[in-house]
């Protein structure tokens, strides 16, 4: 082979090296760019970035009540169902001496804190806020930027809140572990 094969070979070869890598620079620069582009699944997710897949990580209250028992004076059994409302979901737990509704912007499908509202009751719920209510004859609302601790074990909603103040005609604390579907 001449110099100039060798020549010839060896810029051949540079340029499908340096080829190769710019594409993989700029495949994996889309990663971050906010745009569903270059074969990926979700925007700046799946095919050569990252995987989809957000592996969830519990929330953990700090206090560990009964599953399905709410203390709002006494410790009551309550039965819990989840609906929609208006795009909002609403949790919702009633026993024989008060209703209590939590309230979150949509159908909660990861773990993660909500915070009560300092808006509610309303229907402009940022994501990660909620609102809550306990109805027993009167109304009573906690203080905004409580703690609502949400987990999703085998696709079902697990609730919970610790000590939170309810102010009505008077404050009573309250607790819970709500699970529903």
Request: charged residues 10%.
């Amino acid at each position: 082979m001449t110099k100039y094969g060798i020549a010839i070979t060896a810029i051949f070869i540079w340029a499908a090296i340096f080829i190769g890598c710019s594409k993989e620079i700029i495949r994996t620069e889309t990663c971050f760019d906010g745009i569903l582009n270059n074969g990926e699944t979700e925007i700046d997710c799946g095919g050569h970035c990252k995987s989809c897949t957000v592996v969830a990580v519990p929330v953990v209250p700090p206090c560990t009540p009964v599953n399905n028992k709410v203390t709002f004076g006494s410790t009551l059994t309550a039965s819990v169902y989840g609906m929609a409302s208006s795009g909002q979901y609403v949790v919702s737990a009633n026993t024989s001496q008060f209703d209590l509704d939590i309230t979150f912007p949509s159908e909660p499908t990861a773990d993660r804190i909500y915070t009560v509202s300092p808006n509610c009751p309303t229907s402009f719920l940022g994501p990660n806020e909620c609102c809550m209510v306990i109805t027993a004859f009167n109304l009573y609302y906690p203080p905004d930027g409580a703690s609502v601790y949400v987990n999703i074990v085998n696709g079902q909603k697990v609730i919970t809140y610790c000590n939170v103040p309810f102010s009505g005609p008077s404050t009573v604390n309250s607790t819970a572990k709500l699970t529903c579907p």
